[in-house]
């Protein structure tokens, strides 16, 4: 009877550890892409990383660049095009991307249509890419103290 009861114990245990979920750093870094994100992280370890902006969204999210679906218009035939907004500036069009280099990015979101309309305007209406540049974090440097006028420091010859 004990050891039934051992066995069932040991099931119930073995079931719960089974069931919690685990987390890892190499299970972190093997997380699909999130389909209208780009990280610094992915850019980074790309091979596209030297390239402008431009290849290396053709490499990871060749959706970006492409002309968004679903946009009808009434006799006019020209859509608009996709507006690119580098650190909250609107800046043009996606040829602006050759002019950034993708290992100087911390972010790139795409915004369909109906969202960057609402954000930007009618230069948003054919969707969006924002980018945000990567800002490296500030090394502040501690100088040493001036000690040429501290009366209280022994060296310092008194009057």
Same mark, same amino acid.
């Given at each position: ?5 051992? %066995?069932?114990? +040991? ?8 069931? #919690?979920? /685990? *987390?890892?750093? &190499? ?55 996709? %507006?690119?907004? +580098? ?8 040829? #602006?991307? /050759? *002019?950034?280099? &993708? ?57």
């Amino acid at each position: 009877m004990r050891a039934r009861h051992g %066995l069932l114990a +040991l099931a119930v245990i073995g079931l719960c550890l089974a069931m #919690t979920p /685990r *987390s890892s750093a &190499a299970q972190e870094k093997k997380r699909k892409p999130q389909r209208d994100l780009v990280t610094r992280d992915e850019i980074m370890e790309s091979a596209q990383r030297d390239d402008d902006l431009f290849n290396a969204l053709r490499s990871l999210r060749p959706r970006f660049l492409e002309r968004p679906t679903g946009i009808r218009t009434l006799g006019n035939s020209t859509q608009p095009p996709t %507006l690119v907004v +580098l650190d909250g500036k609107p800046m043009g069009d996606l040829e #602006t991307l /050759r *002019s950034v280099i &993708a290992s100087t990015v911390d972010e790139v979101r795409y915004m369909e249509p109906s969202r960057a309309g609402t954000e930007f305007g009618n230069i948003g209406a054919g969707g969006a890419v924002v980018v945000k540049l990567y800002k490296a974090p500030k090394v502040t440097k501690a100088l040493p103290a001036d000690t040429s006028h501290d009366t209280s420091h022994p060296d310092t010859p008194q009057p």
